[in-house]
């Protein structure tokens, strides 16, 4: 079977390289990747847990023209230093760090997926007035005292494993939870980016002990908290975001928060569905401009 070509578009954003930045937080080196102009309003894309930056590298270069935009390295993940511990609040430090040490402004929005979402949150609800917004990208909110269909910080610490070479790393990753991809160049574009060489041979990037030292912040008291408008986006096929979650969050807004559902795709959808994504927060800003 001949190999799939990879559209124009996906060729055209991947070739558009961003700067290469690093700042300290709380004694850890924190890189993040920087296109457009810093002298424009400023959005910063947060990535998912075990995940890294260069998931946006198809999705960022969209917002270059008009928007210094951002995507960090969260700290445990990606090319950042690993800690002794995480949270939201560590990782919503970071992400601060970058926006002091570029002299941010309260035109920025912050924009994250799955666990990147939480962090947003947690931004929208205690820097909300450094900010013009933050959006939720299919990131599970439940209601108090909800049992969870999964809590990966109870789950069993397992080590990384070691594999021989980048090919052997390469094919034992996968989507979590799992899902159709029918871009394959996307796909393969993160996978890249997901493993390094270490001692012994090469494995993923990301640090093997995150869920076991990781804490969250009460999200129904951050919602009751917000300090800047917020929007939140789902796919719809997504198995992070059930019907529960989304009663809940209707519930709590009422019309008050943009609910906006992205169809036929699931929980990764910026490997899923990624214009559609870009069209559905170009449609946002638009709306949050002075």
Known sequence: MAETQQPAWQQKALTNEPEI???RVDGSRIEYRLWGDRADPALIFIHGAAAHANWWDFIAPFFAENYCVIAPHLSGMGNSDHRDAYSSQIFANDVMGI???LGLDERTVVIGHSLGGAVA????????NRLRAAVMVDSAVFPPGADLPFDPTKAPYRPKTICEDYETAAERFFLLPPQPC??????????RHSIAEMEGGWSWKFDDKLFLNMTLHDQHAELKNLGCKLAYLHGEHSQVVSALVLDYLREEFADEVPIVEIPDAHHHLLIDQPLALVSTLRTLLHGWQD
């Open 182 to 191: 029918e871009q394959p160049h996307l796909l393969e574009h993160v996978v």
């Open 121 to 128: 949150l947690t931004l929208a609800a205690e820097q909300g």
């Open 99 to 101: 926006y002091d040490q």
């Open 21 to 23: 930045h690093a700042v």
